[in-house]
């Protein structure tokens, strides 16, 4: 039951800026959320880390973006953002955001993914 659905996604010019958007479907669903992430996506490449981010507001970041993204969360819109500075071509991928939940009982477990929003970076 549990829907993410990513914006914020478009074509910019190296060294522009992001901010993508994740809003999370459901309040009685959100709170029941241990963390949030991005990951990304190119093609023929793997799906990677980008960064997350706890309900404690403990935020991790991917080496190849650390000082170039912010994560942050807005629980009164229940939506997961991340700024995007200094774009690089190397950044052109997918990005998705997730939700894992880890505590059973009235919450449901699992890992939960959006469907995407490219971003492209031209040089």
């Known amino acids: 039951q549990m829907q993410l659905l990513e914006s914020g996604g478009g074509s910019v010019q190296n060294g522009g800026s992001l901010r993508l958007s994740c809003a999370f479907s459901g309040y009685r669903l959100f709170v029941c959320i241990d963390a949030m992430g991005w990951y990304r996506q190119a093609p023929g490449k793997e799906r990677e880390f980008v960064s997350s981010i706890t309900i404690n507001n403990t935020a991790s970041y991917a080496d190849s973006v650390l000082g170039r993204v912010t994560i942050s969360q807005d629980n009164a819109k229940k939506t997961l953002y991340l700024q995007m500075n200094n774009l690089k071509p190397e950044d052109t991928a997918m990005y998705y955001c997730?939700?894992?939940?880890?505590?059973?009982?009235?919450?449901?477990?699992?890992?939960?993914w959006g469907r995407g929003t490219q971003v492209t970076v031209s040089s």
């Open positions: 997730n939700s894992v939940i880890t505590r059973a009982g009235v919450c449901p477990t699992g890992v939960f």
